[in-house]
T-cell receptor
Framework: DGGITQSPKYLFRKEGQNVTLSCEQN?????MYWYRQDPGQGLRLIYY???????QKGDIAEGYSVSREKKESFPLTVTSAQKNPTAFYLC???????????????FGPGTRLLVL | DQQVKQNSPSLSVQEGRISILNCDYT??????FLWYKKYPAEGPTFLIS?????DKNEDGRFTVFLNKSAKHLSLHIVPSQPGDSAVYFC????????????FGKGTKLSVIP
């Protein structure tokens, strides 16, 4: 079964702590994305990656970091610099992620991050 | 500045009737549009898309209409079923050098049995 997995489903963060959200895909997609959803809001792009070892900031990258060491994996770290981390985090992937190419992005089940 | 607007936060429809969800956009560079369905605490599921070279795309009970001059698109669900109750997001993509999907805030559809 091809798809996108995210873990954990729920994550609790203490003040001043960095936490890492996992995202794995076995769709053989080149591009991967991280979005954040707040209540009553649409999805906002945090980071995206079109290829291994390369990634770009989205609209709300401050307080977050990513890595793309493997094609199938795109972990997101929520750092202590992110002052309002409580949200639902969604990982997505698409086949190419190239400008000018119409593509569908496919989403994982999400991770809900809560601050203690 | 919201480039993709879903002005109705919620919509209630009787089972078997038509559901019409609306979406307006302001960026004339958008040329590919997608609808996603989302249940609580789950990731969005892709429903249907439309390219700007078309004005209609149909897939089973779902039809999307695009009016480029009005910068408006709509999703029609016929007939509506209780399992369609979810939040529907409209998303837009600009082919002119952008990788990024811009999402609306969503419309919560409730289909009443």
């Amino acid at each position: 079964d091809g798809g996108i997995t995210q873990s954990p489903k729920y994550l609790f963060r203490k003040e001043g702590q960095n936490v890492t959200l996992s995202c794995e895909q076995n769709l053989n997609h080149d591009a991967m994305y991280w979005y954040r959803q707040d209540p009553g809001q649409g999805l906002r792009l945090i980071y995206y990656s079109q290829i291994v070892n390369d990634f770009q900031k989205g609209d709300i990258a401050e307080g977050y970091s990513v890595s793309r060491e493997k094609k199938e994996s795109f972990p997101l770290t929520v750092t202590s610099a992110q002052k309002n981390p409580t949200a639902f985090y969604l990982c997505a992937s698409s086949p190419r992620g190239l400008a000018g190419v119409e593509e569908t992005q496919y989403f994982g089940p999400g991770t809900r991050l809560l601050v203690l | 500045d919201q480039q993709v607007k879903q002005n109705s936060p919620s919509l209630s429809v009787q089972e078997g009737r038509i559901s019409i969800l609306n979406c307006d956009y302001t960026n004339s560079m958008f040329d590919y549009f997608l609808w996603y369905k989302k249940y609580p605490a789950e990731g969005p599921t892709f429903l249907i898309s439309i390219s700007s070279i078309k004005d209609k795309n149909e897939d089973g009970r779902f039809t999307v209409f695009l009016n480029k001059s009005a910068k408006h698109l709509s999703l029609h669900i016929v007939p509506s079923q209780p399992g369609d109750s979810a939040v529907y997001f409209c998303a837009a993509y600009s082919g002119a050098g952008s990788y990024q999907l811009t999402f609306g805030k969503g419309t919560k559809l409730s289909v009443i049995p």
